[in-house]
């Protein structure tokens, strides 16, 4: 366990990350599992946060390769100290910052999964007759159209407020990681299913007042704490969609259809940098993954059609 010292720098970095940068909660809990593990690791070693050096920092990073840590691991771990060391120099902590000039691991680039339009239209109209009652069916299309018509996280289409979406607008506001506000638009398709399901939403909760009960402010609401579908049934709903669908469910889950949602759009002509503005993307290098994902599909296209790459006779 670190020493109190070592736990106030961390805590003290981590209040002043989600203070100034927004940074979300999953990334303080990792940043402070991750500056736990090394303050341990250099309490064992006789050392602490003041006194580091650049070599003791390469060698923790060379623990962490004989943990059998993987890549990207090493690399959130390597960027959590260098931050943190930069944040003690800013302060005054330390003269110096000794992780400035360590070179991380590279990552392990995998392009993400997409699906073909064929293949997405299968899971809309599958959603559509997915569900006990027409009440479920047009909860499920909504949730359907607007995913592959925004690329929302799944986070942020669960959460999505009812306010977000009244009026029948054309475009709305989303709240994505660190808090960050974005507006994406809506398709036809996906304000035909918004209006459909807040016809219904709203009859029942009108009916729930009328015993008293309050309605919810979710678009989607759930039966647990938050008040809201949760990620989890979302995962195996859209599971149970696809194989409805006759797409290998192994291939879908929510995050597919919003790297489908990017994948198209490029396809179709769209600037790399709207595409970053309607996914949320911080940097636009990682929105430039879906160039390799588009490459591979037009590669695979001329393989598959064009007379010159198939084998003669």
């Known amino acids: 366990m670190a020493p109190p010292a070592m736990d106030r720098w961390i805590s003290t970095f981590l209040d002043a990350q989600a203070a100034e940068n927004g940074a979300a909660r999953n990334t303080q809990l990792a940043y402070g599992r991750d500056l736990m593990d090394f303050a341990a690791w ?47 120099h800013d302060e005054g902590w330390r003269a110096d910052h000794p992780a400035i000039r360590i070179a991380g691991p590279s990552r392990d680039k995998s392009l993400p999964q997409t699906l073909s339009q064929a293949e997405v239209d299968r899971i809309l109209d599958a959603a559509r007759t997915k569900g006990r009652n027409a009440g479920e069916r047009l909860r499920n299309t909504c ?53 459909d399901w807040l016809l219904h939403k709203d009859a029942s909760d009108d009916a729930a007042r009328k015993k008293g009960l309050p309605a919810s402010r979710h678009l989607f609401p759930g039966p647990g704490a938050a008040g809201h579908l949760t990620r989890q049934h979302f995962y195996l709903l859209i599971k149970d969609i696809a194989l409805r669908g006759g797409v290998d469910p192994a291939r879908v889950t929510p995050h597919t259809l919003r790297h489908a949602f990017a994948t198209h759009l490029l396809a179709g002509g769209a600037d790399l940098r709207v595409i970053q503005t309607l996914l949320g993307h911080a940097d636009i290098a990682t929105t430039e993954i879906y160039t390799h994902v588009l490459d591979d599909h037009l590669r695979d296209l001329v393989m598959a059609h064009h007379p010159l790459a198939k084998p003669r006779k």
């Open 42 to 88: 250099l309490a064992r070693n006789g050392t602490d946060f003041a006194t580091a050096r650049r070599d003791e920092v390469e060698a923790y990073l060379v623990f962490c390769d004989a943990q059998g840590l993987s890549k990207s691991t090493r690399a959130r771990r390597l960027s959590a100290i260098r931050q943190m060391f930069r944040f003690a």
């Open 143 to 195: 949730l359907l159209e607007l995913l592959y018509a925004t690329g929302m996280r799944v986070s942020e289409l669960v959460t999505l407020p009812v306010a977000a979406v009244r009026g029948d607008p054309q475009m709305i506001l989303v709240r994505g990681k660190g808090d960050k506000e974005r507006m994406v638009p809506l398709s036809q398709h996906a304000r035909t299913a918004v209006r």
